[in-house]
């Protein structure tokens, strides 16, 4: 039962953690992906197949990119992906889309193809996840809808788009859609919904616009005050947009402002202030190398000299611009410049060839298109006609304006009505995709309903199984913790009393022997006594050792040995221990040999009295040990940051036994010959206990010339603080 429960705890954290996994994976995909330059995105959309549908983020990621620097590319891409969303929809997929491929064909005034792709988004009858694409979606239905003249569907789309935006807190986004709106306001030549959108967007356009947009919606509000013929009003703006402008001075954003503070004063009447305006722009016109603007500036400059009745510089201005329109090949001010020119010919009663203009202008107009200058060239027609007594020519053309006014007037009409049917289907199929979205959201809620029931009962299963384990893991550990303690007891009882026992032995021999020649020399049963007395200086020099050692052992064991760590240079300090120490090997006839590939200046941060006891205990084992005509080597280096101390010597060795029970204390190979010379077997015991309080590491092994090689690695860094 226990183990069924373990089971299924297991398997259920493993499945949180798979999906913590992947979830993190797919995440570091998409950020893999999303950071991908054009070229990259192109050469993956080529590696996996333009007809392959796992393209289709890639494609779109790639339009996102690039719609504005390079559309061709934009264009190529987005169809591709749209022909695949065909076959299997992606509502998200294809907001992303249409809220940038449309931009491309907008820009080249292609409306029908931008409106084919918002098209395919709606027929999906969905709303995409992310309410911001699918405002963007809106705006770009907006632009579409403006430009082809259905003002009724673009208020109201741009509206829906503001309500979403608003939801995101999107401010910049509300800002130039009111300021959208505004526009279209001005164009319906309603000002005061204008204005009133101007003052909204206003406020949100300075917080997050550039200094360029700004000027834009502060000027557009001033020439909504001047038509209202409210002076103070449109001045107050415009000294505004003049403290903006004097930041972007002498860019085309400055020209087009003076032109348009000059066209606000010509409306107002006041053609001196008009005048400077246009000196103003003049000057800033002369800064840049925008030809229109500068046709347009000189176009604003011949109103008001006919204002005036100064028909020489308004002709000489109309010239001026004239030429540019060629220049830059703009049929548009080109026939501007000939209705401003007919009005002066019949100013200065040239009927004549005001007609000749105006009738080369009727055809320019016709070829290109521009039909909203019709209703400017129609009336000068008819005068000049009735200027030359031409009276039923001139009839014929206003029965004609009104005839085109009256056709107008009813297209306006029916195509109010037709944006009205456009709206209410637009509202029905709003609402069949909110039915079906509060259905799927119903669906949703009671499917994750039930999901949280179930996983409530599966956490508190596993709670309880938890709860379960945990209280078992517990028992279990208490009672292995008891029987570890109890068995660490009686093993430390065992190694005490073992202990005891070896250090009464070794001290009961010795005291033995030296009972022995005491009696006699007492009883002068020694023909030597000289060495008698040696002997048994010999034996008490053996129990001092056999103490001190068992003192330095237990003092460690109780935290209680003394240490004065501090850095020494560790060179100079070796040099010193083997000249106070090599007459030892030479004294037993063995040959000791030195390798200190070390730094003259390296640091180890060490208690050098301690260390020279453990150099100490190596060696004289070493000496010790060694048969006769044997050799000693000691190689110092540093291995990893460490300091590393080899003492290696030649036979007799040990066995590997031997050797893992060679830091056991009171442990000798020999115990018999170990005696005689002196060992207590306590030596190499103390040694690892000095290291390992060095934070350091000492190990026993078998060495190349036939004995052991003994290795001490200690730490070069500084140690941390002992509290020994």
């Known amino acids: 039962m226990f183990r069924y429960i373990a089971n299924t705890l297991f398997f259920a954290l493993v499945l949180v953690s798979t999906c913590g996994s992947l979830n993190a994976q797919?995440?570091?995909?998409?950020?893999?992906?999303?950071?991908?330059?054009?070229?990259?995105?192109?050469?993956?959309?080529?590696?996996?197949?333009?007809?392959?549908?796992?393209?289709?983020?890639l494609m779109r990621r790639l339009v996102r990119r690039c719609w504005l620097k390079c559309p061709d590319k934009a264009e190529f891409f987005g169809q591709q992906a749209l022909q695949l969303l065909l076959n299997s929809p992606n509502i998200d997929e294809l907001a992303l889309i249409a809220g940038y491929l449309p931009r491309i064909y907008i820009d080249r005034?292609?409306?029908?193809?931008?409106?084919?792709?918002?098209?395919?988004?709606?027929s999906v009858n969905k709303k995409p996840t992310n309410a911001n694409d699918y405002a963007r979606v809106l705006s770009n239905q907006g632009i579409i809808y403006r430009e082809t003249g259905q003002l009724l569907l673009a208020r109201n789309t741009y509206l829906q788009a503001i309500d979403i935006y608003t939801t995101l807190n999107n401010n910049r986004a509300i800002g130039n859609l009111y300021n959208n709106l505004a526009v279209l306001s001005l164009e319906s030549n309603d000002v005061g919904d204008a204005l009133e959108y101007f003052l909204k967007a206003l406020p949100l356009i300075e917080e997050h616009s550039r200094v360029e947009q700004q000027v834009t919606t502060i000027s557009n509000i001033a020439v909504a005050y001047g038509q209202l013929k409210d002076r103070d009003s449109s001045e107050k703006y415009l000294a505004r947009a003049a403290d903006l402008v004097s930041q972007i001075e002498h860019t085309r954003k400055a020209t087009e402002f003076y032109k348009m503070k000059a066209s606000i004063y010509i409306g107002l009447g006041d053609y001196q202030a008009a005048e400077k305006a246009l000196d103003e722009a003049k000057i800033s016109a002369k800064m840049h190398e925008s030809e229109d603007i500068k046709g347009e500036m000189h176009l604003v400059s011949a109103k008001l000299f006919l204002l005036k009745e100064d028909y020489e510089n308004a002709f000489a201005s109309l010239d001026t611009a004239s030429d540019i329109a060629e220049k830059i090949g703009s049929s548009p001010m080109a026939n501007r410049v000939k209705i401003e020119q007919a009005k002066i010919l019949l100013k200065t009663n040239k009927p004549n060839n005001a007609i000749a203009i105006l009738t080369e202008a009727e055809k320019s107009i016709k070829d290109s298109g521009q039909t909203y200058l019709f209703d400017a060239v129609q009336p000068l027609l008819a005068s000049a006609y009735e200027n030359i007594g031409e009276f039923e020519k001139s009839l014929t053309i206003v029965k004609k304006q009104n005839q085109d006014l009256a056709e107008k007037m009813e297209n306006d009409r029916e195509s109010r009505i037709a944006q009205l049917s456009v709206l209410l289907k637009q509202h029905e199929q709003e609402s069949i995709i909110n039915e079906m979205t509060a259905s799927r959201a119903e669906s949703q809620a009671k499917l994750a309903q039930e999901q949280i029931r179930q996983q409530g009962l599966?956490?508190?299963?596993?709670?309880?199984?938890?709860?379960?384990?945990?209280?078992?893991?517990?028992?279990?550990?208490?009672?292995?913790?008891?029987?570890?303690?109890?068995?660490?007891a009686t093993e430390s009882v065992t190694r005490k009393n073992q202990m005891l026992s070896d250090i009464s032995h070794e001290l009961r021999t010795p005291l033995a022997a030296l009972k022995l020649q005491v009696e006699t020399l007492e009883y002068d049963l020694t023909d030597d006594p000289k060495q008698t007395y040696k002997a048994i200086h010999s034996k008490i020099g053996n129990l001092n050792y056999l103490i001190n050692d068992v003192l330095q052992l237990s003092l460690a064991d109780a935290g209680q040995l003394t240490f004065n760590l501090k850095a020494i240079m560790i060179k100079p300090f070796l040099n010193a221990w083997i000249e106070n120490n090599d007459a030892l090997a030479e004294e037993r006839k063995l040959a000791f040999s030195t390798i200190l590939d070390i730094p003259p200046k390296l640091l180890c941060y060490c208690d050098a009295e301690r260390l020279s006891q453990v150099l100490d205990n190596i060696y004289t084992n070493s000496c010790k040990y060694t048969d006769k005509g044997g050799q000693i080597m000691l190689k110092v280096a540093v291995d990893n940051n460490m300091?590393?101390?080899?003492?290696?010597?030649?036979?007799?060795?040990?066995?590997?036994?031997?050797?893992?029970?060679?830091?056991?204390?009171?442990?000798?190979?020999?115990?018999?010959r170990s005696r005689d010379l002196g060992g207590s077997g306590l030596g190499l015991s103390i040694s690892k206990t000095l290291i390992n309080l060095h934070k350091g590491m000492i190990t026993c092994d078998h060495s190349n010339l036939g004995g052991l090689k003994v290795v001490i690695l200690l730490p070069l860094e500084q140690n941390a603080e002992h509290s020994l």
């Open 26 to 57: 797919t995440q570091t995909k998409k950020n893999a992906n999303d950071s991908k330059s054009v070229a990259e995105l192109e050469s993956s959309i080529e590696q996996i197949g333009l007809n392959d549908s796992s393209t289709i983020p």
């Open 109 to 122: 005034g292609d409306f029908a193809s931008a409106q084919k792709i918002i098209d395919q988004f709606y």
């Open 458 to 488: 599966i956490i508190i299963a596993l709670f309880f199984a938890f709860l379960l384990i945990s209280m078992v893991i517990i028992l279990y550990q208490k009672r292995k913790l008891l029987l570890t303690k109890t068995k660490l």
């Open 643 to 672: 300091l590393s101390i080899t003492f290696e010597d030649s036979a007799p060795g040990m066995s590997s036994e031997e050797l893992a029970q060679s830091f056991d204390r009171l442990y000798r190979v020999d115990k018999s």
